[in-house]
């Protein structure tokens, strides 16, 4: 847990919340406010795909040494 939480990939797409918020309020068209969140979700997505991936290739370092 202390590997995402510590992430600074995953941080900063968390922290991609404060923009999106304030966008979906000012925007007036639905689909735009729709799609800032489904990208905003993606970013949260692949951040935690790409923590998943260095924890488990340093996992297989580990073990071939």
Same mark, same amino acid.
């Given at each position: 847990?202390?590997?995402?939480? !510590?992430?600074? %990939? !995953? /941080? +900063? %797409? =968390? #922290?991609? =919340? =404060?923009?999106?918020? *304030?966008? +979906?309020?000012?925007? *007036?068209?639905? /689909? ?9 979700? #993606?970013?949260? %997505?692949? %951040?935690?795909? @790409?923590? *998943?991936?260095? @924890?488990? #290739? =340093? *996992?297989?370092?580990?073990?071939? #040494?």
């Amino acid at each position: 847990m202390r590997k995402y939480l !510590l992430n600074g %990939a !995953l /941080l +900063s %797409a =968390i #922290a991609g =919340i =404060i923009p999106t918020l *304030r966008k +979906s309020q000012e925007s *007036r068209s639905t /689909l735009t406010t729709v799609l800032q969140w489904v990208v905003w979700g #993606a970013t949260v %997505a692949l %951040a935690i795909v @790409a923590v *998943r991936e260095n @924890a488990e #290739a =340093i *996992r297989e370092e580990e073990l071939e #040494a």
